[in-house]
């Protein structure tokens, strides 16, 4: 079945240093990849996403491209902020009709001013 | 526009009290779902429906019923609360009949079940 595998944390950074949060996946054809971010006290919003292979998508600054040969969708950011402190979810698309999302666990980044 | 509203966003239960959690979106979405989340589980499904009349089990569904009369509404009940159920709940829809797959959720309730 379709699992998605991110890297533990958290991750404490200092301001303006550089990201990477690392995803991989397992998927059946080829489902559609995101990043959901989700802010102290609230729920998940869309960050980012790519519907095929090679696809890059981005938003505020992040970036992430979907990576068929590797099966990767690793997260990045050039130069993080205080506000960037959250916690980031890689997610799987549906697949074979099933319209059931698959999530990673779940990254908390921390950054320090 | 609103979005996904869940109802309450904090309750505190007896173990064997019920209640019901309740989710609400405006969107006109076919797709709802309630996940919960726990410290180093991340996102488990409860249920979900791909619309009205029709629900189905997740991931970790025992202890939780639901009904979807609506395309608005999907509540969530907990007939007998468990200190095991103590966790944050979320709901969460989609439009299904776009290729977008964007999940929207709600704010969350924190429920504590002594």
């Known amino acids: 079945g379709n699992s998605v595998t991110q890297m533990e944390g958290p991750v404490t950074l200092s301001e303006e240093a550089f990201l990477t949060i690392n995803c991989t996946y397992t998927a059946t054809g080829y489902p559609s990849l995101f990043w959901y971010v989700q802010y102290p006290g609230e729920g998940l919003q869309l960050l980012l996403k790519?519907?095929?292979?090679?696809d890059k998508g981005s938003n505020k600054g992040f970036e992430a491209t979907y990576r068929k040969e590797t099966t990767s969708f690793h997260l990045e950011k050039g130069s993080v902020q205080v506000s960037d402190s959250a916690v980031y979810f890689c997610a799987l698309g549906s697949s074979g009709g099933s319209y059931i999302p698959t999530f990673g666990r779940g990254t908390s980044l921390i950054v320090h001013p | 526009n609103a979005g996904v509203t869940q109802t309450p966003k904090f309750q505190v239960l007896k173990t064997g009290q019920s209640m019901t959690l309740q989710c609400a979106q405006d969107?006109?979405?076919?797709?709802m779902s309630w996940y919960r989340q726990d410290p180093g589980m991340g996102l488990r499904l409860i249920h979900y429906s791909v619309g009205a009349g029709i629900t189905d089990q997740g991931e970790v569904p025992n202890g939780y019923n639901v009904s979807r009369s609506t395309t608005e509404d999907f509540p969530l009940r907990l007939l007998s609360a468990a200190p095991s159920q103590t966790s944050v709940y979320f709901c969460a829809s989609s439009d299904r009949s776009s290729t977008n797959e964007k999940l929207f959720f709600g704010s969350g309730t924190q429920l504590s079940v002594l």
């Open positions: 790519a519907t095929k292979a090679d």
């Open positions: 969107m006109n979405h076919e797709y």
